[in-house]
């Protein structure tokens, strides 16, 4: 337990930061693991716009801190290499 009153604050400032980082983390997975299933039914319109949606949500999530931006942009590197393999 945190002696001072900065520490306490902290603390609840940490979980909740934690909890948002979380949940936008799951969504990356997510938008990934869609965007996975449509390379490999070898679907290119539903990729292209899987790939988008993949995209949208690295770099949101890279602008707000939550992930680097160089792990941004070597996930839509290699998801964009999936997507020119498809063609």
């Known amino acids: 337990m945190p002696n001072i009153k900065s520490a306490a604050k902290r603390a ?3 979980e909740v930061s ?3 980082n979380r ?3 799951s969504a990356i997975l997510t938008a990934r693991r869609q965007f996975l ?3 490999e039914a070898k679907d ?8 988008n ?3 949208s949500v690295l ?5 707000r801190g939550i992930i680097m931006t160089n792990n941004a942009d070597r996930r839509k590197s290699r998801a964009s290499a999936m997507l020119a393999k498809m063609a």
């Open 12 to 14: 609840r400032q940490a």
């Open 18 to 20: 934690r909890l948002a």
């Open 23 to 25: 949940s936008t983390k």
């Open 37 to 39: 299933q449509a390379v």
């Open 44 to 51: 290119k319109p539903k990729a292209l716009a899987q790939f």
């Open 53 to 55: 949606a993949f995209c």
């Open 59 to 63: 770099d949101k999530s890279a602008k």
